[in-house]
């Protein structure tokens, strides 16, 4: 698992420094802000859960300037997206911290887009009373849909995956969560 996740971080990041030779150049702005919950599901990749889990959090996403458009709107763009939040199970709570380079593909106005990201996140306990998770350092899959339904207000799905992938042995389990925003894209 944890050479998949090297390889994939490496293609990311070789795409990453490719994207700027295609793309037209705009400054880094502040794209969207919102607030997110979840619960976990009951197939999550990797090692089965033995937990209930819930995550809550208030998030912001950047647009950064390498991204690629047609005339008619559709394209893709790069992003970073930041969150802090709440993690409950077995009443236990803890302190989330996330960050998520990712791309969008979608519509340039944000009506309608697909964004898929892999970063880190960071965690105040690592140990649930039914759960280990390894360590407090995880690492963290998003894939969203989201859409503006009026306005400036959006909504949106998250699948958000999160696991140590054996980073700290083979007893660290992560989970997986299904997630529902409201935001406001600017």
Not at 15 to 43: D, K, T
Not at 88 to 115: H, Q, R
Request: net charge neutral; glycine share 14%; with cysteine.
């Amino acid at each position: 698992m944890l050479r998949i996740t090297l390889r994939l971080a490496m293609v990311g990041l070789a795409l990453f420094l490719l994207v700027p030779c295609l793309s037209q150049a705009e400054e880094i702005r502040l794209n969207s802000i919102g607030v997110r919950g979840g619960v976990s599901g009951s197939s999550p990749i990797g090692k089965k859960e033995t937990q209930y889990f819930q995550e809550y959090d208030v998030m912001a996403n950047w647009s950064f300037p390498w991204e690629w458009y047609s005339e008619s709107g559709w394209g893709v763009g790069t992003r970073l997206m930041a969150s802090v939040g709440a993690v409950t199970a077995s009443g236990d709570t803890v302190f989330i911290s996330t960050v998520v380079p990712g791309f969008v593909f979608g519509k340039k106005d944000g009506w309608l887009s697909l964004e898929v990201g892999g970063g880190g996140a960071l965690l105040s306990q690592h140990h649930f009373d039914h759960q280990n998770m390894g360590g407090n350092f995880q690492f963290v899959w998003d894939t969203a849909v989201r859409a503006k339904v009026y306005r400036g207000v959006g909504v949106g799905y998250w699948f958000h995956h999160m696991s140590d992938a054996t980073l700290y042995g083979h007893n660290g389990r992560g989970f997986d969560l299904h997630m529902i925003e409201v935001s406001y894209r600017f």
